[in-house]
């Protein structure tokens, strides 16, 4: 039963943008902290962003900051990963995650995250 979709991936110049979605049930993206992850083959997945089951953006990754953004929906059902200024050491796949733990809302490990997307490719080129 898929219960996390993920959508917006694609091949982007450096320097554009893409917007990933994540959609889910209220049950899931309203009681859960969300984050994004990425993983590019051969390496850890790696925690980008993360937001509280009230909504409130709560880690992003020092590599990120200023160019990422992390939201959700009035109706608790998507979340969003707006990337501005990619750039091509970000390819990789990007998964959502929702993880029932408070700690794991500040310090993202796949670990700590229990229900998982299939993943949306992300590719810039130079």
């Known amino acids: 039963q898929v219960q996390l979709v993920e959508s917006g ?3 982007v110049q450096a320097g554009g943008s893409l917007r990933l979605s994540c959609a889910g049930s209220s049950d899931i993206l309203g009681h859960h902290c969300m984050a994004w992850f990425r993983q590019v083959p051969g390496k850890e997945r790696e925690g980008v962003a993360t937001i509280s089951p009230g909504g409130n953006p ?3 990754h020092d590599s990120v900051k200023g160019r990422f953004t992390v939201s959700r929906d009035n109706a ?3 979340v969003y990963l707006q990337m501005n200024s990619l750039r091509p050491e970000e390819s990789a796949t990007y998964y959502c995650a929702a993880g029932r733990g408070y700690s794991g809302c500040f310090n993202p490990t796949p670990a700590a995250y229990t229900i998982w997307g299939q993943g949306t490719q992300v590719t810039i080129s130079s």
Do not use: A, E, R
């Open 9 to 11: 991936g694609g091949s």
């Open 58 to 60: 709560k880690y992003l």
């Open 76 to 78: 608790k059902t998507t």
